[in-house]
């Protein structure tokens, strides 16, 4: 973690180099922004000083921006020494995605800083930008891209009136099963108070209105016994420490017939947790009381799970 005297120093360059033109606002803290493969699809407001500047930095004709702002409070391991340069120096630099610009705010996509941060500098990002940059790429998490590679698949047969995403995150496939599901009432459930502000805050940006996220543990979930249809797990089982505990509260919200949709990273292909095979998985969950049909894929199990009892 930087020290005071180093954050009051990085403030005062930042300061000199640029001047201060605005604020950040997101629902995440430090500790979320650890996340940075995962956040940089959330959203976040640029609130401006000067609100009839929007205009001035934000235009039509460019989809990305560069943003300088504070920088993060933050040390990354020295596998992710590219996040240090980039959001931990003497200011952060994000490039961005624009959603929305509106009288005295912007609203964008990739913004890595916490809330309150201030902006220094906003300034178009274009293609000849993107080829000086491609030996500076953002440190890829291998479980984003495996996901990237199977949801497209998989999100399009959940179904349900109900539907419950366990360990939602920063909100970004719940919100693609609410989108997938207009007429059903979609949650998600996260056990840390910023992740799931924050994952609200992208849903209202969006525009998405059948979802709500709450903040609760996948042992206790806030929800009333056989009371949703179909509930997911991706790349979440294998965190927890009692599986069996969380399967069998998934159990009880679900209605009779209800369904759960799992996916869990191939045995040897995570770095913690337990290393389960496909036979093993499967024999976890009818253990249980489901009947299970599974995939196995080159770096993934899937597992559709239905309730008999």
Same mark, same amino acid.
């Given at each position: 973690?930087?020290? @005071?005297?180093?954050?009051?120093?990085?403030?005062?360059?930042?300061? !000199?180099?640029?001047?201060?033109?605005?604020?950040?606002?997101?629902?995440?803290?430090?500790?979320?922004?650890?996340?940075?493969?995962?956040?940089?699809?959330?959203?976040?407001?640029?609130?401006?000083?000067?609100?009839?500047?929007?205009?001035?930095?934000?235009?039509?004709?460019?989809?990305?921006?560069?943003?300088?702002?504070?920088?993060?409070?933050?040390?990354?391991? !020295?596998?992710?020494?590219?996040?240090? *340069?980039? #959001?931990?120096?003497?200011?952060?630099?994000?490039?961005?995605?624009?959603?929305?610009?509106?009288?005295?705010?912007?609203?964008?996509?990739?913004?890595?800083?916490?809330?309150?941060?201030?902006?220094?500098?906003?300034?178009?990002?274009?293609? @000849?930008?993107?080829?000086?940059?491609?030996?500076?790429?953002?440190?890829?998490?291998?479980?984003?891209?495996?996901?990237?590679?199977?949801?497209?698949?998989?999100?399009?047969?959940?179904?349900?009136? @109900?539907?419950? !995403?366990?360990?939602?995150?920063?909100?970004? *496939?719940?919100?693609?099963?609410?989108?997938?599901?207009?007429?059903?009432?979609?949650?998600?459930?996260?056990?840390?108070?910023? *992740?799931?502000?924050?994952?609200?805050?992208?849903?209202?940006?969006?525009?998405?209105?059948?979802?709500?996220?709450?903040?609760?543990?996948?042992?206790?979930?806030?929800?009333?016994?056989?009371?949703?249809?179909?509930?997911?797990?991706? #790349?979440?089982?294998?965190?927890?420490?009692?599986?069996?505990?969380?399967?069998?509260?998934?159990?009880?919200?679900?209605?009779?017939?209800?369904?759960?949709?799992?996916?869990?990273?191939?045995?040897?292909?995570?770095?913690?947790?337990?290393?389960?095979?496909?036979?093993?998985?499967?024999?976890?969950?009818?253990?249980?009381?489901?009947?299970?049909?599974?995939?196995?894929?080159?770096?993934?199990?899937?597992?559709?799970?239905?309730?008999? !009892?």
């Amino acid at each position: 973690m930087l020290s @005071t005297k180093e954050l009051l120093s990085s403030e005062n360059k930042s300061r !000199d180099m640029f001047g201060e033109i605005g604020s950040i606002r997101n629902e995440v803290d430090e500790t979320s922004l650890q996340i940075l493969s995962l956040f940089r699809e959330s959203i976040s407001e640029i609130r401006l000083k000067e609100p009839e500047s929007v205009s001035a930095y934000f235009s039509p004709d460019y989809s990305h921006y560069i943003v300088v702002h504070t920088p993060l409070n933050n040390r990354f391991p !020295d596998i992710k020494e590219e996040w240090k *340069l980039r #959001f931990c120096r003497d200011v952060g630099i994000s490039v961005v995605e624009l959603i929305v610009a509106e009288t005295g705010s912007a609203y964008v996509r990739g913004l890595m800083a916490a809330n309150g941060s201030k902006v220094y500098a906003i300034l178009p990002f274009t293609s @000849t930008d993107a080829e000086k940059t491609k030996k500076a790429e953002f440190p890829e998490n291998p479980m984003a891209r495996i996901r990237a590679e199977l949801l497209p698949a998989v999100l399009p047969g959940i179904k349900g009136e @109900t539907i419950l !995403d366990i360990g939602s995150g920063f909100g970004n *496939l719940t919100i693609e099963l609410a989108k997938n599901n207009p007429d059903s009432q979609v949650y998600g459930i996260d056990i840390h108070d910023s *992740l799931t502000g924050q994952a609200q805050m992208n849903a209202e940006v969006l525009g998405v209105s059948n979802i709500e996220f709450k903040t609760g543990s996948a042992y206790a979930l806030p929800f009333e016994r056989n009371s949703v249809d179909s509930a997911t797990c991706f #790349f979440m089982l294998h965190h927890l420490e009692d599986i069996k505990t969380a399967l069998f509260e998934i159990k009880r919200v679900l209605k009779k017939g209800g369904s759960i949709t799992a996916i869990e990273p191939q045995a040897h292909r995570h770095p913690h947790g337990p290393q389960l095979s496909e036979s093993e998985w499967k024999e976890l969950f009818e253990d249980l009381g489901f009947t299970v049909e599974t995939e196995s894929l080159e770096r993934a199990v899937v597992l559709k799970a239905v309730k008999r !009892d």
